[in-house]
T-cell receptor, first 111, second 115 residues
């Protein structure tokens, strides 16, 4: 079992749609959680951190469920520019710093 | 404010040659990471430094790979000798420790092709 698992997609959605991605992690000692966005042939860029209380940034909402060990990302009112790969990232600092990137979920938003 | 800078952006070399990748982290960041990304294996952490000291190199695939950070503003990743299976995009990232969060900022990457 991978330490961080994501549905690879692709998700194909029309503009204006709401889309949700889930990510599960296996290390219960994980402390920090993030969503990164990666455009084709570009570097990953931090989209948002994920906090236990959940957090929202414009059209993007991230949730963390520690009991079930999963993280979610909700994108409302999808734009063409949201087309990218979304990477779930889990970090821990127990017994040494460790960061694991998920394989990513590809999103295509179409007009 | 400048982000993470990597050079070269593209490198094409022949098998057996030495390759050196360079990284300048964001000023003031105390962590530096080297990653490798391929289609098959995704993004893999190779090694990371804290305050210029290598902390964990367990992700380095073989002894052919080595990394140094002689000062807070410069790091290198060296492959010697290079092999075709080393072809990948190599990213450098830096981070500033804040409580327990490690938001990492990536450079544009070096696309390495070994023929």
């Amino acid at each position: 079992r991978k330490e961080v698992e994501q549905d690879p997609g692709p998700f194909n959605v029309p503009e204006g749609a709401t889309v949700a991605f889930n990510c599960t992690y296996s290390n219960s000692a994980s402390q920090s959680f993030f969503w990164y966005r990666q455009d084709c042939r570009k570097e990953p860029k931090l989209l948002m951190s994920v906090y236990s209380s959940g957090n929202e940034d414009g059209r993007f909402t991230a949730q963390l469920n520690r009991a079930s060990q999963y993280i979610s990302l909700l994108i409302r009112d999808s734009k063409l520019s949201d087309s990218a790969t979304y990477l779930c990232v889990v970090s821990s600092n127990t017994g040494g710093f460790k960061t694991i990137f998920g394989a990513g979920t590809r999103l295509f938003v179409k007009a | 404010d400048a982000g993470v800078i990597q050079s070269p952006r593209h490198e094409v070399t022949e098998m057996g040659q030495e390759v050196t990748l360079r990284c300048k982290p964001i000023s003031g960041h105390d962590y530096l990471f080297w990653y490798r990304q391929t289609m098959m294996r995704g993004l893999e952490l190779l090694i990371y430094f804290n305050n210029n000291v290598p902390i964990d190199d367990s992700g380095m695939p073989e002894d052919r790979f080595s990394a140094k950070m002689p000062n807070a503003s410069f790091s290198t990743l060296k492959i010697q000798p290079s092999e075709p299976r080393d072809s990948a995009v190599y990213f450098c990232a830096s981070s500033l420790y804040r409580q327990i969060t490690y938001e990492q900022y990536f450079g544009p990457g070096t696309r390495l092709t070994v023929t």
